[in-house]
């Protein structure tokens, strides 16, 4: 009986410490067990573009920010008192490669690429985070006024454009973050307010509306919306491959830019996947 027990015992510890091994080694970016764990889709399409490919997302990240740093890495920065963070992964297994965790009186907010540094706004502290890659070594900190929400860089113009969460875009100097200019946005004369995540893409401003399902297109000369992109059947298809209804706060936001493929890499908070989509012109 000793015996048997022993080597009971020694089967026991053998199947723990591989069960260990594998559970450690698994990535951060894994979605949640109630979602669809398929990867692979057909092309969906719909009115405004295709729905070409899905890659796995974290569903812990309230994401706030998304930037493709390189033909293989995201950087994506994530929100929630007590878990902001700023995480660089795999943009196509989701695999995480480095991350950095912001104290826990901060929210993480917008997040943008200028040169070979990341900034990552916060929503209330007023304080803009660096990062040197590839380790996300932190940097010196920038400060500015009211709140941050959105943020993106204008390459041409060395220009760094803030969303609030109003109608109005700042403009700040990318060395210094001075405030350079600021910017109404309009359509059809009327304010468009709650703008959110932005991305600069061939001149143009892309950004998330809070609570909407729509991407529009802003002229930064003029702040006219210039087009306006209807997303429903994208978070339509994130909603069941979540597996769950979505809450009120798990909205679409997340827009990053591929100009090699002309395509765009677009998430939300707490989302299962980041879904490949090509945009129809407009």
């Known amino acids: 009986m000793g015996m048997r027990k022993s080597s009971y015992l020694s089967s026991l510890l053998s199947l723990t410490l591989i069960a ?23 092309p969906v399409t719909f009115e405004d573009g295709q729905i070409i490919q899905r890659i796995p997302h974290d569903t ?27 995480t660089l992964y795999d943009k196509t297994t989701g695999k995480v490669r480095a991350t950095h965790r912001l104290s826990d ?41 009211g709140e941050g929400w959105g943020l993106c860089y204008d390459n041409d113009n060395r220009l760094l454009w803030r969303s609030d969460g109003s109608d109005t875009l700042t403009a700040h100097d990318p060395a210094t973050f001075e ?25 143009n401003i892309y950004a998330n509306l809070w609570h909407s399902e729509d991407i529009v297109v802003i002229d930064p000369k003029s702040g006219e919306v210039i087009a306006r992109y209807h997303l429903s059947p994208l978070v339509a298809l994130a909603e069941t491959d979540n597996g769950q209804a979505f809450t009120k706060e798990q909205v679409l936001n997340g827009i990053a830019y591929d100009a090699q493929t002309n395509r765009f890499y677009l998430t939300g908070k707490q989302w299962p996947y980041t879904y490949v989509v090509e945009l129809k012109a407009k």
Do not use: R
């Open 20 to 42: 260990t091994l594998v559970f450690t080694t698994l990535p951060l970016f894994t979605g949640c067990s109630g979602a669809n764990q398929n990867h692979d889709m057909k």
């Open 179 to 203: 405030e350079v200019q600021t910017l109404q946005v309009h359509e059809n004369g009327q304010p468009v307010v709650q703008i959110n995540e932005l991305e600069m893409v061939q001149g």
């Open 60 to 86: 812990k990240s309230f994401t706030q920010g998304l930037e493709l740093i390189s033909e293989n890495v995201m950087a994506e920065s994530s929100g929630m008192w007590g878990e902001s963070a700023v």
């Open 105 to 145: 009186d901060e929210f993480g907010e917008g997040l943008t690429l200028v040169d070979n540094t990341l900034i990552q706004l916060t929503w209330q502290k007023g304080v803009a985070h660096t990062y040197s890659l590839p380790d996300l070594t932190p940097g010196p900190d920038f400060h500015y006024t």
